[in-house]
């Protein structure tokens, strides 16, 4: 049996260590090492749908570079490949309207390629070849969030179908069979803040609606970016809410049961979701309704009401305050507003 001797060519490891190359790195295509940066990826426990966008992105990547060797990949193939998302590039769009993508997406692009990368140069020995790309730029842009206003009209939008005309009879509405699953929902997204995917993934158990504590799941099951588990909170007229769509199912106490549900039992899937809650703000007259958003109106409501950053962080699940900060930086904004317009000495011309 051969064995490396130090110096010799080949690959060299520590156990626990990460694979070390003393010759030229591995050749090895594009999409074979993709496959086993998502399998990494997998192994980390990241979230699947993190998993998945890094799939997407670095699969159009590979079509539009080539199946090449990973180490003979440049900086300047990278820089072409994101100016050419920015300035050439025609999206496939479902409403089959033609427009760019924009600034998020392309910035997204360019941290599943960095993260590509990192893999690869831990677990190949390969350079990093961004380290002269830099992150594009990305507008700031106002946060958004609903209105108080919004919210109750979206609310009394779960309650009612639209009103309905026949040949035999006046116009008229009915009560929506989904309604207290609906509004339970919308008051569950805006009073803790969970994500979309991490809503879905609840089961009966996983709510105490005596304490209106919410436990997420670790790992791929909870649905959490990242795949950490974390604790929310939902107020006295959430859990209320809450109580009121399980009481109406008949597998209400079941710990294992799926909190929402859709036709036929089934688990409430993020799609859904979106969809009724578009709906909902359609119904409305609410522009921009989406389920991220409540998330947006939960932190800089609880910012504004006196929370402070770091419990906001923990509630979130960030894994830094960067977002957190961004947040802030709103709330403060709306205290200095406010005193300007309601300062004792200017209003009173002292």
């Known amino acids: 049996m051969n064995r490396s001797t130090p110096g010799s060519s080949g690959h060299r490891s520590t156990p626990g260590s990460t694979l070390e190359y003393s010759g030229s790195p591995p050749s090895v295509p594009l999409s074979a090492a993709l496959v086993a940066f998502t399998n990494a990826k997998f192994a980390e426990g990241l979230s699947p749908l993190t998993i998945a966008s890094y799939t997407v992105d670095l699969g159009k990547w590979i079509e539009r570079t080539g199946d090449r060797d990973t180490s003979s990949i440049t900086a300047s193939d990278v820089s072409a490949y994101l100016a050419w998302l920015r300035t050439a590039y025609q999206p496939q769009r479902l409403n089959g309207k033609d427009h760019p993508l924009s600034p998020k997406t392309i910035r997204n692009v360019y941290v599943a390629i960095s993260s590509f990368f990192r893999w690869a140069e831990r677990e190949l020995s390969i350079p990093f070849p961004l380290r002269e790309v830099r992150l594009p730029r990305m507008p700031k842009t106002a946060v958004p969030e609903f209105t108080r206003e919004e919210v109750l009209a979206m609310i009394k939008a779960c309650t009612y179908s639209r009103e309905a005309t026949t040949v035999l009879r006046h116009a008229f509405i009915m009560r929506r069979p989904a309604a207290s699953r609906d509004v339970a929902i919308l008051l569950m997204l805006l009073d803790t803040g969970m994500r979309a995917s991490e809503v879905c993934s609840l089961t009966i158990g996983n709510v105490d609606l005596?304490?209106?504590?919410?436990?997420?799941r670790q790992g791929p099951q909870g649905g959490a970016k990242g795949g950490k588990g974390r604790t929310v909170y939902m107020g006295r007229t959430s859990r209320r809410a809450l109580w009121l769509y399980l009481s109406k199912r008949e597998d209400g106490r079941e710990p294992d049961a799926p909190l929402f549900v859709a036709r036929g039992r089934r688990p409430l899937s993020r799609g859904t979701l979106r969809l009724m809650v578009t709906r909902m703000g359609q119904k409305a007259g609410v522009q921009k309704a989406y389920p991220h958003k409540f998330r947006h109106t939960f932190a800089i409501t609880y910012l504004r009401s006196g929370g402070d950053v770091f419990t906001l962080q923990q509630l979130l699940g960030h894994g830094s305050l960067d977002m957190v900060r961004h947040y802030?930086?709103?709330?403060?904004?709306?205290?200095?507003?406010?005193?300007?317009?309601?300062?004792?000495?200017?209003n009173w011309r002292l």
Do not use: F, Q, W, Y
């Not at 930086?329 to 000495?345: C, E, G, N």
């Open 210 to 216: 005596k304490t209106g504590k919410v436990e997420i």
């Open 328 to 346: 802030a930086r709103i709330a403060t904004s709306d205290v200095a507003l406010a005193h300007r317009k309601a300062s004792p000495v200017d």
